[in-house]
């Protein structure tokens, strides 16, 4: 299984990832405070038995904007994907998270998760989620 780290403003954060046939994967996102930016992944599952497995945090505070993006597209049939963020937002912090799951016409049997929790600890503080499935 690959596992990988990435932390926004610090790290490469790839465009684009494709799990071939029996390939499995596990990342996790970091958005630390005081980093403003954008993420935005594309996972392609093109082989039966692909797992993906993606995780992230945010701690977003001050006058911080964060984008996140991440969309999965599985184009083939038995593939498994989960994603969980989760994330707190204070002061005036904005974070915006773009989840995507895409199942090709023919993917059966796909078993796709995707869940965005956060706590906001400010008024001012907002966070806007915006999960979608495409069949």
Do not use: W
């Not at 049939?77 to 707190?88: D, R, Y």
Request: aromatic share 6%; charged share 20%; net charge negative.
């Amino acid at each position: 299984m690959d596992k990988n780290i990435y932390i926004l403003g610090s790290s490469e954060i790839p465009s684009s990832i494709v799990l071939d046939s029996g390939r499995e994967r596990s990342d996790i996102f970091m958005v630390p405070g005081g980093v403003n930016g954008c993420m935005d992944v594309t996972y392609e599952l093109i082989g039966e038995g692909a797992s993906l497995d993606v995780k992230g945090i945010y701690v977003c505070r001050g006058d911080q904007d964060v984008d996140i993006r991440i969309t999965v597209k599985h184009l083939c049939g038995n593939c498994v994907s989960h994603q969980l963020f989760k994330g707190i937002a204070l002061d005036k912090a904005k974070v915006n998270f773009e989840g995507l799951v895409y199942v090709a016409s023919g993917a059966e049997k796909t078993e796709a998760l995707q869940e965005n929790h956060s706590l906001l600890l400010s008024e001012g503080a907002l966070v806007q989620s915006q999960p979608q499935l495409e069949i």
